[in-house]
């Protein structure tokens, strides 16, 4: 599907894919089974200046836009999930709030290191008790006068935040706290904390889950996190109107993310069924496989139009609640299906971790829950529709 794409958006997937299959590739599977987080590639993906593709050059990005940023989510999701989606993580949610709401002292301080690669972010809206209904959240965050005589205000942090990618390797991230108890929405706000450096701040879990082991899943404990005022993103209030904006990109991210793990499976399944023989031919000339093999390209090539068009009308400045919602909720659920099919391809072989269709159904899964489920794209996409 290359003819919509401009020359510059295919220099930069070509040169992706190429890292992806010679760097992440070989490792894939390696780095599931140890849970480990991959520094070393996420170090090479800013030298490869591909750690803020759609931030702006003046602050250490590669000033592409969301659909370049969309072509890279999914050529990481084509050879590993986990490295895709600390990699989203980090762009959408915890580098492009600072770009679209921070001052400049923020942005030179907060949004540089993290666009030029030199550590990666977080974002912790998700709570124990609070998932899907996330303003209804008990992280506060008070005003209080700065200890030891110092002029100026500062914020104290606590609560818990849960499920929070990458806080365990972070050099910053983006917490929501209640700032006016009672005020509903309007009441949220939103602050850089530096994990390496503010005292209070602890992750008291890395979660082990069914896929995705190699990026970091976190539970994370604020308890009296001391903050300079200068910390708060944009004004106090703003939190959640921050929230749904960064929901938008981080959707199509994910989406992106979701056609790569389809691609991935499918181009697995495809190569496997025109080499394995059963009653003396190739399998892919059975038409149960072949059938399933043509549903994978036709549900893959779907989810990647609707993400293309949703980065698109983002490019355009338009509202995309109702097109990223879409995109991620098809593309989500087209990763599943496809990975799925192609461990039912590769029969014995695909239930062994031996072969990556496994380790693709297992990270398609997250892909219809994480920055928000399939149900409540849903429940977006009606709202939308004035239903
Ligand atoms: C691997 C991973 C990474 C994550 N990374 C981050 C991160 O970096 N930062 C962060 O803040 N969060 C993160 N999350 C949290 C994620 O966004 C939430 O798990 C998700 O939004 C769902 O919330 P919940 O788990 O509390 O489920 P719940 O909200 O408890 O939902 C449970 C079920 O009820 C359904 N449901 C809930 N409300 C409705 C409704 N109104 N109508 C219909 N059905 C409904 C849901 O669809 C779901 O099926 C991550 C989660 C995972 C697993």
Redesign the pocket.
């Known amino acids: 599907m290359d003819f919509d794409l401009p020359d510059e958006h295919r220099m930069i997937r070509d040169e992706v894919r190429r890292f992806c299959e010679e760097e992440i590739e070989p490792i894939a599977q390696e780095i599931e089974d140890e849970h480990r987080y991959p520094a070393e590639v996420f170090d090479q993906l800013g030298q490869l200046d591909m750690m803020g593709v759609p931030i702006s050059e003046e602050y250490g990005g590669l000033g592409g836009d969301q659909l370049m940023y969309a072509l890279v989510c999914e050529e990481l999701g084509r050879v590993s999930g986990s490295v895709g989606?600390s990699y989203a993580?980090h762009v959408s949610?915890a580098s492009k709030p600072i770009e679209l709401f921070g001052t400049e002292d923020q942005k030179e301080r907060w949004l540089r290191p993290l666009a030029e690669g030199e550590y990666v972010g977080?974002?912790?809206?998700?709570e124990p008790g609070?998932?899907?209904?996330?303003s209804d959240m008990d992280t506060t965050a008070e005003k209080v006068e700065r200890a030891g005589g110092h002029a100026g205000d500062e914020w104290v942090l606590n609560g818990t935040?849960?499920?929070?990618?990458?806080?365990s390797e972070a050099g910053s991230v983006l917490v929501?706290a209640v700032t006016e108890p009672g005020a509903g929405y309007g009441g949220i706000s939103t602050f850089v904390v530096d994990p390496r450096n503010d005292d209070g701040f602890e992750v008291t879990t890395v979660?082990d889950?069914m896929g995705?082991n190699a990026?970091p899943?976190c539970e994370v404990q604020l308890d009296d996190v001391r903050i300079p005022e200068d910390r708060l993103l944009g004004e106090a209030g703003e939190g959640w109107d921050q929230t749904k904006k960064t929901l938008n990109g981080g959707r199509i991210s994910i989406a992106a993310l979701s056609v790569g793990l389809a691609q991935g499976a499918y181009e697995h399944a495809r190569e496997y069924a025109k080499e394995r023989e059963q009653f003396g031919q190739p399998i892919s000339k059975f038409d149960a496989i072949r059938n399933k093999i043509t549903a994978m390209e036709r549900k893959t090539e779907r989810a990647r139009l609707l993400t293309h068009k949703s980065a698109w009308q983002y490019d355009q400045g338009r509202d995309v609640t109702t097109s990223s919602s879409l995109a991620k909720w098809d593309a989500s659920e087209a990763a599943r299906e496809v990975a799925e099919d192609a461990v039912q391809v590769l029969g014995g072989y695909g239930y062994t971790e031996d072969f990556a269709p496994q380790r693709f159904y297992r990270d398609a899964k997250?892909m219809e829950?994480?920055?928000?489920?399939?149900?409540?794209q849903?429940?977006v996409i009606g709202r939308e529709l004035g239903l």
Do not use: R, Y
């Open positions: 989606l993580a949610l977080g974002w912790a809206l998700t609070s998932g899907s209904d996330a935040k849960q499920f929070i990618t990458n806080a929501k979660w889950k995705l990026s899943t997250l829950i994480g920055e928000g489920t399939s149900e409540i849903q429940l």
